[in-house]
């Protein structure tokens, strides 16, 4: 199998180092719950996000920030914020490893979403890899057994709203350029999030707000990083190498928590995350840039 450098380098290296950064995103999020609701984690990731991202976008002046699809922004920062929200009340009530990859459950759903909007075939063998890895989401959720909880079903939520703005990223990004995305993600995550605050805020310690920026920090870059590598590429072609985010996840749950998935999530598990990678790796990847469009950096 031969790998265009171009996609080892826009691709693959962004979309690794992304996972990287959402694995102690989660470890921070998983440390926090223990004093703060769900709900504001979400806010306190989405604010100090936006304080972070203002200083880079701002100097590039009102024409960079200017934007002629604004309605879309905003709904990508409603669904956004409905994955956050479910992923980190998951995170709460489940175990790190569970929690992250019902989240990382983005690529199936991706398969099925980008046939009808972004006009991308999908093989019969694609198609029973969408098949083997629901089949997996089973094992993880554990239907008509006592282990079936709300948290899980939220897990699985979140993976279905990421896939749904990694669709609409792809489908903005050819008049969009990543910087502009994530800064418009920021404002609409900010401003969704602080409705909330109204009924759920509680006064956070000095050491919430130091994991909660950390968490805001690996959020932000992994966020760039994605969208970047997303708009470079093909949906199903980036978003199983996100996988790295679960193995790293469950290294982390087991020497912070002493989580270990049981036997059936760990089949789960495997399903889901070979189906996952079956989508991307059927012969020779396709040329990253066949559906790119000229856009700014």
Same mark, same amino acid.
């Given at each position: 199998?031969?790998?265009?450098?171009?996609?080892?380098?826009?691709?693959?290296?962004?979309?690794?180092?992304?996972?990287?950064?959402?694995?102690?995103?989660?470890?921070?999020?998983?440390?926090?719950?223990?004093?703060?609701?769900?709900?504001?984690?979400?806010?306190?990731?989405?604010?100090?996000?936006?304080?972070?991202?203002?200083?880079?976008?701002?100097?590039?002046?009102?024409?960079?920030?200017?934007?002629?699809?604004?309605?879309?922004?905003?709904?990508?920062?409603?669904?956004?914020?409905?994955?956050?929200?479910?992923?980190?009340?998951?995170?709460?009530?489940?175990?790190?490893?569970?929690?992250?990859?019902?989240?990382?459950?983005?690529?199936?759903?991706?398969?099925?979403?980008?046939?009808?909007?972004?006009?991308?075939?999908?093989?019969?063998?694609?198609?029973?890899?969408?098949?083997?890895?629901?089949?997996?989401?089973? @094992?993880?959720?554990? +239907?008509?057994?006592?282990?079936?909880? %709300?948290? !899980? /079903? *939220?897990? $699985? =939520?979140?993976?279905?709203?990421?896939?749904?703005?990694?669709?609409?990223?792809?489908?903005?990004?050819?008049?969009?350029?990543?910087?502009?995305?994530?800064?418009?993600?920021?404002?609409?995550?900010?401003?969704?999030?602080?409705?909330?605050?109204?009924? @759920?805020?509680?006064? +956070?310690?000095?050491?919430?707000?130091? %994991?909660? !920026? /950390? *968490?805001? $920090? =690996?959020?932000?870059?992994?966020?760039?990083?994605?969208?970047?590598?997303?708009?470079?590429?093909?949906?199903?072609?980036?978003?199983?190498?996100?996988?790295?985010?679960?193995?790293?996840?469950?290294?982390?749950?087991?020497?912070?928590?002493?989580?270990?998935?049981?036997?059936?999530?760990?089949?789960?598990?495997?399903? %889901?995350?070979?189906?996952?990678?079956?989508?991307?790796?059927?012969?020779?990847?396709?040329?990253?840039?066949?559906?790119?469009?000229?856009?700014?950096?």
């Amino acid at each position: 199998m031969e790998i265009d450098r171009r996609y080892l380098i826009h691709g693959f290296l962004p979309a690794f180092f992304a996972a990287c950064c959402f694995a102690v995103m989660a470890v921070c999020i998983k440390t926090a719950s223990s004093e703060l609701p769900a709900v504001q984690l979400v806010f306190l990731r989405s604010i100090i996000g936006l304080i972070i991202i203002l200083p880079i976008v701002l100097p590039r002046g009102i024409n960079f920030i200017k934007t002629p699809i604004l309605h879309l922004h905003m709904f990508r920062g409603f669904i956004s914020i409905c994955a956050m929200t479910c992923f980190f009340y998951a995170i709460t009530h489940i175990g790190l490893s569970e929690s992250t990859l019902l989240n990382a459950s983005s690529p199936l759903f991706i398969g099925f979403l980008a046939m009808p909007i972004l006009k991308e075939r999908i093989t019969t063998r694609s198609a029973l890899a969408l098949v083997v890895g629901f089949i997996g989401v089973c @094992f993880i959720l554990k +239907p008509g057994t006592s282990l079936f909880t %709300i948290a !899980a /079903l *939220a897990g $699985l =939520c979140s993976g279905f709203f990421i896939a749904c703005a990694k669709i609409l990223v792809r489908y903005m990004a050819n008049t969009e350029p990543v910087m502009r995305t994530v800064f418009y993600f920021s404002i609409f995550s900010t401003i969704y999030s602080s409705i909330l605050m109204i009924w @759920f805020w509680q006064t +956070p310690t000095m050491f919430d707000v130091s %994991i909660m !920026a /950390l *968490a805001a $920090l =690996c959020a932000t870059g992994g966020q760039t990083l994605l969208t970047y590598s997303f708009t470079h590429n093909e949906a199903v072609t980036v978003a199983p190498y996100t996988y790295v985010t679960v193995m790293m996840a469950t290294i982390f749950g087991w020497v912070g928590w002493n989580e270990l998935p049981d036997f059936g999530s760990s089949i789960g598990a495997i399903l %889901i995350i070979g189906s996952c990678l079956s989508l991307t790796i059927q012969g020779k990847l396709p040329n990253p840039w066949k559906l790119k469009k000229t856009t700014n950096p």
